[in-house]
């Protein structure tokens, strides 16, 4: 494809590295967890360094990299290489093919207990960025074998924003039960979705025959579209036409998490949460609305028992002319997450059993998964985790935590590319989630008496 604005491709690139890692739901003392239930609280206060205090990065894909490069002649080649049997290379393609990513970067954090040291608050700034992928494998089949047939739902969206937030968590019934609630005010940095409702390829004697309509829906700081124009002289415009001026926030929104734990037993606790419950209102006046209906035919092709033996030259932006749309859909929801954990603990709460259940809600998408976890802390400030994670469409993973906080310091580390199989340029090649995280800050004021240890 032709050229794309700069600031789509600054969005892709931000959201390729959901941002929130399993495998650090119940350790203890860790200031990540807040993120997952603000009913939770770490041993003492902290203060994290700036811009180091909580880098996660989360990817999932119901393929991995084996399912799309192959090794050929000592190169690696796409499935769409002509060196690549068709039956070989659609093996593992799906009816719906999936990719979701994100990252959350923590510019600003800090909290401390209250003077009963059971009450906690805190505030941080963060900025995230997410994207969602969604392929089918009609258009894989019509690119690979040159076959006709109706593709639906191909489409991308990728948003960014940053978020200030303020959480506050408190004990009931005899300190059994602890509720959390974060509000959080969001400014949108910039979004766009961009979706095929139709494609309708056809297949003639001597030509290719496609229909399409597509849809762009953005909000792009300070945009100015150069418009092209027909020969009836009604305006359209290409991706390559939207450029940017400056920067300013495009739009402004208000969400909550909302969280409760509940110690069932002295040594089992259940816990509870939805995050990112809110939305964006986004300015209308940065809002790029468009549609485009094209029928193209493709024409000096070589076809024999159905099959295509000579492809013309086909690209995506013959089929990206849009016609403005004044059309205006200012307000837009997080991609919310539900959390549901339980942990029983042995050994004077040494050892920890963990099982959890999320539910992430992205745009074309939801994904289900299931983490258990074993968790070990021979003292109070340190704690290893071992988890495996199962996801719907996206495989299984194992994965590996370390949190470190005595008086001096608070470090966190997990990931679960510790398990996986590289290339030699260290590309995970069969895992189809992939999470990162890592952190740094500093203890401050009293500790708590959440815990008894």
């Known amino acids: 494809m032709k050229r794309i604005p700069i600031y789509i491709i600054v969005l892709l690139a931000a959201a390729t590295a959901a941002a ?11 200031t990540l967890r807040m993120q997952y239930n603000p009913a939770f609280a770490p041993h003492r206060g902290y203060f994290n360094v700036p811009g180091a205090g909580g880098v996660q990065v989360d990817v999932n894909s119901s393929l991995t990299l084996d399912n799309l490069l192959y090794p050929r002649d ?13 039956s070989e290379a659609l093996r593992n393609i799906r009816d719906k093919n999936t990719l979701t990513a994100g990252t959350r970067v923590n510019l600003l954090g800090f909290g401390s207990y209250t003077r009963n040291r059971k009450h906690f608050w805190s505030f941080d700034l963060n900025l995230h960025a997410s994207a969602t992928l969604n392929i089918p494998s009609k258009l894989v089949e019509f690119v690979k074998r040159g076959t006709d047939g109706s593709i639906r739902d191909l489409g991308i ?41 139709r494609m309708d390829v056809t297949l003639h004697d001597d030509r290719w025959a496609v229909d399409t309509y597509a849809t762009l829906d953005a909000n ?39 969280g409760a734990t509940y110690n069932v037993l002295p040594d089992l606790q259940v816990s509870l949460s939805v995050t990112d419950l809110g939305f964006i209102d986004w300015d209308k006046e940065n809002n790029i609305r468009g549609h485009s209906e094209e029928h193209v035919e493709y024409t000096g092709i070589t076809v024999e028992n159905d099959m295509t033996f000579a492809s013309p030259d086909f690209s995506f932006d013959d089929l990206l002319r849009f016609r403005p749309d004044d059309s205006q859909m ?35 998408t939801t994904l289900h998964s299931v983490t258990g976890s074993v968790n070990f802390s021979p003292v109070r400030w340190f704690t290893l985790a071992a988890s495996y994670t199962r996801t719907t469409r996206c495989g299984g993973s194992f994965g590996l935590a370390l949190n470190l906080c005595p008086s001096w310091i608070n470090f966190f580390i997990a990931t679960d590319l510790a398990t996986a199989k590289f290339t030699p340029q260290y590309i995970p090649v069969r895992q189809r989630t992939m999470n990162v995280t890592f952190g740094l800050g500093f203890p401050l004021g009293p500790k708590g008496q959440r815990t008894q240890k």
């Open 330 to 364: 200012k307000t837009r929801m997080l991609q919310a997450t539900l959390n549901a954990g339980a942990e029983y603990y042995l050994w004077d709460h040494r050892v920890g059993f963990g099982l959890l259940y999320q539910a992430r809600f992205h745009h074309f």
């Open 220 to 258: 792009i700081p300070e945009a100015e579209i150069n418009y092209r124009y027909d020969e009836e002289g009604r305006p359209y415009f290409e991706l390559s036409d939207i450029r940017m001026k400056g920067f300013k926030p495009t739009g402004y929104g208000f969400a909550v998490d909302l």
């Open 74 to 86: 000592g190169r690696l080649v796409t499935l769409f290489d002509a060196s690549v049997p068709t």
């Open 157 to 197: 969206s990728v948003e960014t924003y940053a978020d200030a937030g303020f959480s506050y968590s408190f004990p009931l019934l005899d300190d059994k039960l602890y509720i959390g609630a974060k509000a959080k005010v969001l400014v949108g940095l910039g979004r766009a979705k961009l979706t095929f409702d």
């Open 20 to 30: 929130q890692n399993p495998t650090t739901y119940f350790m203890e003392g860790s």
